[in-house]
């Protein structure tokens, strides 16, 4: 599975927990794009709920 940015955006507006995590690593990377992929790594691919959420919500 690829990192998208536009894909983290969307699924950020979708979970809570992850829009919270988003402020948190924005604060600590000051870098959106770094932010993002930091989510993706740590959540979407590690975690199957997260995955399946990714795929199923940024797939339209």
């Given amino acids: 599975m690829d990192f998208h940015q536009a894909r983290m955006k969307q699924m950020i507006e979708y ?3 992850l829009y919270a995590a988003y ?3 924005i604060e600590t990377y000051d870098d959106e794009t770094l932010a993002l ?5 740590t959540y979407v691919q590690h975690q199957p ?3 399946n959420a990714y ?3 940024t797939s339209h």
């Fill in 55 to 57: 795929r199923h919500l």
């Fill in 49 to 51: 709920i997260m995955r």
């Fill in 37 to 41: 992929h930091a989510l993706f790594q």
């Fill in 23 to 25: 402020q948190e690593a």
């Fill in 15 to 17: 979970d809570r927990f």
